[in-house]
């Protein structure tokens, strides 16, 4: 089956921690993009990747960081600078870099400890 | 900078109720826009996207329409029923490579 996978689906971090949420698409996908959702908020948009070896910042890329290596994946690195780290992060991709027909994955929760 | 509002922010209703979800967006130049669907602690599945050149799209019970100049759209759903309980997101986006810009969302509840 094609599909969007991310893990953990829950995810933990001390104080001064850094923990990276993992990206996984089969869709032959060339965009990735990672949002942030707060309860009863939008999503907001914090990096965005059209192509291999490249990424772009979104609205609020401060305290997060990510690469794109490979096609396939797109992990993200929720640094000990975010002091506001607790939301449900939720990757998404789509065919072309467009961002117009995007496909969500199920989303990871990260909660502090 | 395009503003996406979705009022009320939760809505119940009786099954069989046809019901309408509202999204009004302050930039009329918009590219298209889209309705998605959030069940709780699950990502969005897209419902329905309307293009700046499309007054409306139909997809089985559910119904979406697009008026820039009065900067809204409206997610019609006809004889709702409990299975369509969930929050309803609509995004819009202002060019072809512009990011989407989401609204809070409407949390709705239909009642068996």
């Known amino acids: 089956d094609g599909g969007i996978t991310q893990s953990p689906k829950y995810l933990f971090r001390k104080e001064g921690q850094n923990v990276t949420l993992s990206c996984e698409q089969n869709?032959?996908?060339?965009?990735m993009y990672w949002y942030r959702q707060d309860p009863g908020q939008g999503l907001r948009l914090i990096y965005y990747s059209q192509i291999v070896n490249d990424f772009q910042k979104g609205d609020i890329a401060e305290g997060y960081s990510v690469s794109r290596e490979k096609k396939e994946s797109f992990p993200l690195t929720v640094t000990s600078a975010q002091k506001n780290p607790t939301a449900f992060y939720l990757c998404?991709?789509?065919?072309?870099?467009?961002?117009?027909?995007?496909?969500f994955g199920p989303g990871t929760r990260l909660l502090v400890l | 900078k395009q503003e996406v509002t979705q009022i009320p922010a939760a809505l119940s209703v009786p099954e069989g109720e046809n019901l309408v979800l509202n999204c009004s967006f302050t930039d009329s130049a918009i590219y298209n826009l889209q309705w998605f669907r959030q069940d709780p602690g699950k990502g969005l599945t897209s419902l329905l996207l309307?293009?700046?050149?499309?007054r409306e799209q139909t997809s089985g019970r559910l119904n979406a329409s697009l008026d820039k100049s009065s900067g809204r759209s409206t997610l019609y759903i006809a004889a709702s029923q409990p299975g369509d309980s969930a929050t309803y997101l609509c995004a819009a986006s202002t060019g072809a490579n512009s990011k989407l810009t989401f609204g809070k969302g409407i949390t709705l509840s239909v009642r068996p």
């Open positions: 869709l032959n996908h060339d965009a």
């Open positions: 309307i293009q700046s050149s499309q």
């Open positions: 998404a991709s789509s065919i072309v870099s467009d961002f117009q027909t995007q496909y």
